[in-house]
């Protein structure tokens, strides 16, 4: 028996990654191997003992859980918090479900934030300033939520503090680029999560409800976890119709928590709540049959 399950799909998914891993190195050092290093044997290995009970094959989609966590987490984020994200993630978002193709939620998203809220202080502090080895305990979005003015082409290029993986706008909108011309995630969830954060910002910006639009949307893992978690095409939406409104409803959810709750980072919790509404809107989408 193979130990992995052959999913191309997923394949492409890392792929996609590859760039972006690349860059995290060039910014983060070592430090970015050894964590992800650990981060895709604990999730591996959870599976592994999962999976080989029922005579069954590790799935690839395990890797890219592995690697999206990896790249989602800051880079000072201690070894032991990395071990129990990846287990928590892959055992209870993913295995308790039945396995690959039963989960209800993205494992990666629900990993990153069970640390999230569990280790607050770790897990909010421990930033650094790429090729700067500077500490800090606010990235750009914490600073704009403060009313600080922030470079726009820093954000853009990825020059500043954040997630491992997050910072190269132009990296993810490459990816991006790719998963949609190789068929691999949908582009009507990426439009329409975009599209509606982009719209509900610029109206915050305009009444002064929120900080301005523009270094709003290029702070933050919100076009990181756009193009690859709110894509994720196990727990999103199978209908074309369906994959509208969840994506506008992650896009707004985004918005309204970065600027009004505690968490300066929503996306992440919005892409739960599209998850949690994902079977209904398919359900609710679904074409009725005409009784003659």
Excluded at 269 to 285: I, P, R, Y
Aim: aromatic share 14%.
């Amino acid at each position: 028996m193979p130990l992995f399950q052959k999913q191309p799909m997923m394949r492409r998914v890392l792929y996609s990654l590859i760039p972006i891993y690349v860059f995290s190195i060039y910014l983060y050092g070592l430090r970015t191997i050894w964590l992800s290093l650990l981060v895709f044997i604990s999730g591996i290995f959870t599976e592994y003992i999962m999976e080989s009970r029922k005579k069954k094959p590790v799935s690839e989609a395990v890797l890219v859980t592995c690697a999206l966590l990896s790249l989602s987490l800051p880079p000072l984020t201690p070894w032991w918090i990395a071990v129990i994200a990846a287990f928590f993630g892959v055992f209870f978002a993913k295995e308790v479900y039945g396995g690959f193709g039963r989960n209800v939620f993205n494992p990666a998203i629900v990993g990153r934030l069970f640390v999230y809220i569990s280790f607050p202080i770790q897990m909010t502090t421990k930033w650094i300033i790429p090729k700067a080895d500077v500490f800090t305990s606010a990235t750009p979005l914490d600073l704009l939520r403060s009313g600080q003015k922030l470079n726009i082409e820093e954000l853009f290029f990825g020059f500043r503090s954040g997630s491992i993986g997050e910072s190269s706008i132009i990296l993810i909108v490459l990816a991006a680029v790719y998963l949609i011309i190789t068929k691999t995630a949908s582009w009507r969830i990426m439009v329409s999560t975009f599209g509606s954060a982009t719209l509900l910002t610029l109206l915050f910006d305009i009444f002064h409800l929120g900080p301005p639009a523009l270094p709003m949307l290029l702070s933050g893992s919100f076009l990181f976890v756009t193009v690859f978690m709110a894509t994720d095409p196990v727990s999103a939406p199978k209908k074309t119709s369906s994959q509208w409104i969840y994506g506008v409803i992650i896009g707004i959810c985004s918005v309204l928590i970065r600027t009004f709750s505690l968490f300066s980072e929503g996306t992440s919790f919005a892409v739960l709540l599209g998850n949690t509404s994902a079977s209904l809107l398919d359900e609710l989408m679904a074409k009725k049959k005409v009784k003659v």
